[in-house]
């Protein structure tokens, strides 16, 4: 399975962005279908994913203002990002979860959010 995330830029506060996954390969056994963020000096955090029955779970920073939607015919995911603040900013992770539990990564996406 392969990842490759796009969509990161510069923006404003309070603009918007749309980030894509396109995954590609065997991925029959995903369970889960997300994105992670990083920003500088700290971890990879969840902030949003998607199950495979179209369940979805926000980290409560972004509740509101991110929305993540799968589209299976193309086999991409998508995170819309509005009303994005200087916290926001991170590099953006697509992140992908086997039955297994394995996890698998996309290259990362930097979005940066400043006036």
């Known amino acids: 399975v392969q990842l490759q995330a796009s969509g990161g830029s510069l923006v404003q506060p309070g603009g918007s962005l749309r980030l894509s996954c396109a995954v590609s390969?065997?991925?029959?056994?995903?369970?889960?279908l997300g994105w992670y963020r990083q920003a500088p000096g700290k971890q990879r955090d969840l902030v949003a994913r998607?199950?495979?029955?179209?369940?979805?779970n926000y980290v409560d920073s972004v509740k509101g203002r991110f929305t993540i939607s799968r589209d299976k015919g193309k086999n991409t995911v998508y995170l819309q990002m509005n009303s994005l603040k200087p916290e926001d900013t991170a590099v953006y992770y697509c992140?992908?979860?086997?039955?297994?539990?394995?996890?698998?990564w996309g290259q990362g996406t930097l979005v940066t959010v400043s006036s």
């Open positions: 390969g065997s991925i029959f056994n995903l369970n889960y």
């Open positions: 998607i199950s495979n029955s179209g369940n979805r």
């Open positions: 992140n992908a979860r086997r039955s297994s539990g394995n996890d698998l």
